[in-house]
């Protein structure tokens, strides 16, 4: 680590100073600690672009009004394992605490549970939850996008229609879950804008330019008009990302009443979270968590590769990465830190994330 330019803070003073500036900012205690405890998760489970660089994007929306510091939760409908809520762009991180505790809690009664959320404001990395719901041994799909985003092109097409659509899930087994979290994109559109930020070409063509021609430059999603994002599967089979993109505006917009069809401001999202109870399906609990222990023992016996970097199945860095931070310390730029340090001077909080001799 560099120590001119990166500081190593704990998560906890991390979380307490995230949450205190979301506060000066305008949020009720509660729900800045939901927002705060999100974005420290996601940088201790290692997206970056969703953790405290996210921070300064949701304080410049609590101060337009984007993010609503006030406001009820709506319930659409309900009949015990489905339910809808609706929300005024609510904090997405404390709505979404709320529609997993609801989802866990009916899971007692209901081998499926099934649960939709419009209207709430951006809710961070989707790894982020996915934990706490492994840890009751149940099995999850969560699918999410904002449709005041249109990044991705459909196959043949040069305009974009939707965007990166993340879908997650987690997989209890009778050791460390495994946790997906990916983009239907080959790059979500904040690790482009990090890439430009930097000066850097992205590692392959994972854009495409505003002809329809694949490019490694980020520049391009911000030229007029835009290029956009390529598909999971790029420039061959860049139509099977693009259909698993369909099915999360199916699942997230369409049937949680918030699709494209109806005018959007960025900053929105609509939500999909299914809970499924393996005790109540096959040979229950006992059978699945060997089945799914099982595959990752075959996975773990498959020849590693010449010259790779070993096997490593989906969240298993994430948890060791987390794992090594609570013990360590998160690393954070010197030059990001300075920028939140002049947010809490602009919504005049006496909160520093810099010590006078860092």
């Known amino acids: 680590m560099n120590d001119a330019s990166e500081l190593r803070l704990s998560a906890g003073e991390v979380r307490a100073k995230a949450q205190a500036l979301l ?8 729900k800045a600690l939901a927002v705060a405890r999100r974005l420290v998760e996601a940088d201790l489970l290692g997206h970056r672009t969703h953790g405290l660089q996210q921070l300064p994007v ?3 929306r609590l101060g337009d009004g984007r993010i609503a510091t006030s406001g009820d939760i709506e319930v659409l409908s309900d009949s015990g394992a489905c339910f809808s809520w609706t929300t005024p762009r609510l904090p997405g991180a404390w709505v ?3 529609l997993v505790e609801q989802a866990l809690e009916r899971s007692a009664q209901h081998p499926v549970v099934t649960a939709t959320l419009s209207n709430c404001s951006h809710i961070g990395a989707l790894q982020a939850y996915l934990e706490d719901i492994a840890q009751h041994n149940l099995l999850a799909m969560l699918m999410v996008t904002d449709p005041g985003v249109a990044s991705m092109a459909p196959p043949g097409g040069v305009d974009a229609v939707i965007t990166s659509n993340p879908i997650a899930a987690c997989i209890p087994t009778q050791g460390n ?3 997906i979290d990916q983009t239907t994109t080959l790059v979500s559109n904040g690790a482009v804008a990090q890439h430009a930020a930097q000066g850097v070409p992205l590692p392959g063509n994972w854009v495409r330019d505003n002809q329809g021609r694949p490019s490694d430059d980020p520049h391009v999603l911000s030229t007029n008009p835009p290029g956009t994002l390529m598909p999971l599967g790029g420039e061959d089979f ?6 698993f993109g369909l099915l999360v505006e ?3 917009l369409a049937l949680s009443g918030f699709g494209r069809d109806r005018p959007q401001v960025r900053g929105a999202q609509g939500v999909f979270l299914q809970l499924i ?4 399906f096959g040979l229950g609990l006992t059978g699945f968590l ?3 222990s099982a595959l990752v023992e075959q996975c773990r016996n498959s020849r590693p590769a010449a010259n790779g970097t070993g096997i490593r199945l989906p969240g298993e860095r994430a948890l060791r990465g987390k794992k090594a931070q609570l013990n360590d310390g998160i690393v954070y730029s010197r030059a990001a830190l300075i920028e939140l340090d002049a947010w809490a001077s602009r919504v005049e909080s006496d909160i520093r994330f810099l010590s006078p001799r860092s």
């Open 23 to 30: 506060c000066a900012a305008g949020l009720v205690p509660d």
């Open 58 to 60: 949701y304080l410049e």
């Open 96 to 98: 979404m605490e709320r």
């Open 177 to 179: 879950p495994i946790l």
């Open 238 to 243: 860049g139509y099977k990302g693009f259909a």
């Open 250 to 252: 199916a699942f997230a």
């Open 277 to 280: 109870n393996p005790a109540c």
């Open 290 to 292: 060997a089945a799914t």
